[in-house]
């Protein structure tokens, strides 16, 4: 997605705005199975469908934490979060994150992202503060609240 008016030079004029929200995105046992197996997770609570429809509180097996943390970065490209004119976004960290409500397998999440915070950095590089809340369809309470950084840098 694109934002409109959404630059380099302009970024000052988003701060405290919305910037958007991403498209649904579904967390399914694939997903979360790849994860585990990536990062080396197996904790049961993820990974074993079976035991988990047993014995978890959730009624199944539910999404890694930070596999929905992960999830904020390609989200955040999807709306269009790093502007056309940049020639990169790096992640530069986190400030804040809380994870409110586990994600069931087989659910869907969106993010709403806000910019809270600009601060040049000079040699053409911006970092940029953002206030995400990744949604869960269906859920009153979002997965997580996080305030991520990026720097941003300035194509030549």
């Not at 197996?37 to 035991?51: E, K, L, N, S, Y």
């Amino acid at each position: 997605m694109k934002i409109h008016g959404y630059s380099m030079n302009t970024l000052d004029e988003f701060v405290g705005r919305e910037l958007g929200v991403s498209e649904w995105v579904v967390v399914d046992q694939a997903r979360i199975d790849a994860f585990a197996a990536c990062t080396g997770d197996q904790q049961w609570i993820h990974v074993d469908v079976d035991r988990a429809r047993r014995e978890s509180p959730f009624g199944g097996t539910i999404a890694h934490g930070y596999l929905t943390l992960s999830l904020l970065a390609s989200l955040g490209m999807d709306l269009g979060l790093i502007p056309p004119d940049a020639a990169a976004g790096l992640n530069y960290g986190l400030d804040k994150v809380r994870f409110i409500t586990p994600v069931k397998a087989g659910a869907r999440v969106r993010s709403r992202v806000t910019l809270i915070a600009v601060e040049n950095k000079g040699g053409g590089r911006v970092m940029i503060k953002t206030a995400n809340v990744l949604e869960i369809e269906g859920e009153e309470k979002p997965a997580l609240l996080a305030e991520t950084l990026a720097m941003l840098v300035a194509a030549r």
